[in-house]
């Protein structure tokens, strides 16, 4: 219960500060950057802390667990982790108003829980219902709740309290957490496990990537900013007639743009003006 | 009668009229452009059957002639580069060239037994540039979205942007070493000495 109470807190704590943190973007004419950097020490420290975290713990870890399964094996885990977030997205199509997409997913998690054998294999993609997995994130863009600033969360790692809430509501809801409710005991047991086999099946699947990122950057924290950043647009808001068109991320090649210029269109839609021209820049 | 179609002439050569202002760029020119590219990297190089020095040294010829650097290059420093001098300019693209051909040399690989679906393209406001979209399907879960800002010049194309599931290659870059250079004591030297040591 205790459990509970806070991820409802953590929630409405972090859609308040995305919120603030939209007007006060609003109000200070968009200088984002000035905002960013009261956050950017933390962010920093909490993001060197969680790559070691996951050079020295996370990463051997998973590869371990690598060494002592086979693809094959490997595959039928993340199956079984996907098919227990399927009633998630099945809720959150319904909160999104999306009535094809809930009942596709619904669909799936039926058959995939029984004749797929609770997931491990996808029979119901082979019918033409296809994975396509929603959150509660998703929800909260959708309804044009305001993403907020950067934020590194210790473990989790890059977020913003949108996706945050998002998260915290995520587990609030975890049909495994239910499952298991009427025995304290036995719940707790069963959902640090099952977090832990996420966090470890999850990095298998990333960490290669993650590390010839960090191979070939000269400034990773700013690499992975970027990109989770980037990553999060074009989630498509009710008011947002562009949405699903490449306009948002449109920008203008201009030479001249302060570097943080990309993430102001988080936070509003575009209203550009003219670029220059590169040829004018380099005749300066 | 004669009136409608003197008015339905007059509707059409205006629309054709705005339609080509709009569209100075070449869609299925650019669309066709990607396709060769892509089509030319996996028949060529990725599922070529030849030593990996070979298949290196035709990745970096395919990805000089695909790319337009300078233009990238200069995007990527951003106001950076104006207060650069022409050395540094030059250091600089060639650095980035290099370490961009090494790493994705590497990632190229991992596509082996992918493909690219295209999708048609999508305008852009930026005067001789458009969008080429793709997908590639992914073993598990959706397609992932590929999309390739490609510039027109008369009747050449080239590649100035790769937009990876929402993420902007070049706009990552610009973040990246415009947060770099910000806390480095010798600014664009300082990145262009550690990119070169990235692909010693």
Known sequence: ?284 | MKKYLILLALVCSFSFASANVNAAVDAQGAENFVKNVTADGIENIINANIPQAEKDKRFEKLFNNALDLDFIGQFVLGRYWRTSTPAQREAFIEAYRKLNVQTWSKRFDEFKGRNFIFTGTTPSNTKNQIFVNSEVPMEQGAPAKVVWRVEQKGNSYKVVDIIIENVSLAITARNEYSAYIKKAPNGVDDLIKDLQNKTK
């Open chain 1, 1 to 284: 219960m205790l459990r509970r109470l806070l991820f409802v807190a953590l929630t409405v704590i972090s859609l308040n500060v995305a919120n603030s943190s939209f007007a006060a973007a609003q109000s200070q004419n968009f200088e984002h950057e000035n905002e960013e950097s009261t956050l950017e020490s933390y962010n920093r420290a909490m993001f060197s802390f969680n790559n070691g975290f996951n050079h020295y713990v996370l990463m051997p870890v998973s590869r371990g667990y690598r060494a002592i399964t086979n693809q094959f094996v490997r595959n039928r885990i993340n199956g079984i982790i996907k098919n227990l977030k399927e009633p998630i997205s099945f809720t959150n199509y319904l909160l999104q108003g999306d009535l094809k997409n809930s009942g596709v997913v619904l669909s799936r998690f039926v058959i995939n829980s029984t004749l797929g054998l609770l997931g491990m294999f996808d029979v119901a993609k082979g019918w033409g219902l296809h994975n396509d997995v929603t959150s509660f994130d998703d929800t909260f863009a959708k309804w044009c709740i305001p993403d907020g600033p950067f934020i590194v969360l210790p473990f989790f790692g890059p977020s913003t309290p949108r996706a945050t809430a998002g998260m915290a509501l995520g587990f609030a809801v975890d049909p495994v957490y239910w499952a298991t409710y009427h025995d304290a005991n036995v719940s707790a047991k069963i959902s640090y496990s099952y977090s832990a086999l996420q966090a470890v099946a999850l990095m298998e699947q990333n960490m290669d990537m993650l590390n010839d990122l960090e191979k070939n950057s000269v400034d990773f924290y700013a690499t992975m900013k970027s990109a989770y950043l980037q990553n999060r647009r074009n989630k498509g808001c009710f008011n947002d007639v562009n949405s699903s068109s490449n306009v948002s991320y449109d920008f203008d090649f201009d030479m001249e743009e302060e570097e943080e210029t990309i993430h102001h269109e988080l936070l509003i839609n575009t209203k550009k003006t003219k670029n220059k021209k590169p040829e004018l820049l380099l005749a300066q």
